[in-house]
């Protein structure tokens, strides 16, 4: 990691903690966030990033993605257990054994209480908005699609302008809930900001406990990943984050449930009609 140790003589007392750190442990950092880093080598989030630039890069994602370039394969950038020239069988088999085992840590580590929480706001709320940025705009798309199906009035976004607005202009009672695996999008944690001035009830789902996201919403929701954070487009993680948006619809459903199974039949017998 030439990148890192051209400019070791250089660097502050503090920022040596970092670098001894990183080198020592590079294949684990890939994984971990700021805050993450900064309390494992006991210095702040500010010093990362100082050191994160005295190396020359941008800030703390470009630091993880030039650290993952010099010690990963390039295909691991496609997905993190493929090789080069897989075929069919072990492809499929990869796949989707990497995304059952997103599955399968989420179930051991999501806090039940958490969740159970979440779902007694979200059955009373009066609106709710859904926001993700990226890969994770699918997920927001299709919590909308789940809860407009059960009746909750409920607005999604994809667009960072409008999601602010729209945070701005929102009441106590109603939720904001943001889906970031990263948890660290700027225009995430400004739209959380946001919102929770209001006195709007703010959620999260993200893929790292230690996050932005995380310590600006009232209520998160950690699901368990192993993809690095300088992939673009995280696969397994976006599984498990989809499973805990089946979760929380289910149990807002059960808690409204004469009035859910009265919008179901009523949309169902509204689609009969388009079906042969």
Known sequence: MKFITDHYSNFRKSEVKVA???????????????SELADLTAVSEPTVIRFCRAIGCKGYQ???????????P???GIHETVNEGEEAPELVRKVFEANSEAIRQTLGTLDFETVRRAVQELAVARKII??????SAVVAMDAYHKFFRIGIPCHWFNDAHMALMTASMMQPGEVFMAISHS???RDVVEALEVAAATGATTMAIVSHS???????ASRTLCVASSETGYRFEPMASRIAHLSVIDVLSVGVSLNREQAVVENLTRARKALARKKY
């Not at 230690?210 to 600006?216: C, E, G, N, R, T």
């Open 183 to 185: 948890g660290s999008s």
């Open 130 to 135: 859904f926001f993700g940025l990226g890969g």
């Open 20 to 34: 001894d750190f990183v080198l020592q442990n590079a294949d684990a950092v890939i994984h971990y966030t700021v």
């Open 74 to 76: 390039a295909v691991r």
């Open 210 to 216: 230690k996050s932005p996201v995380s310590k600006i």
């Open 62 to 72: 470009d630091f993880k993605i030039r650290l993952a370039q010099s010690i990963v």
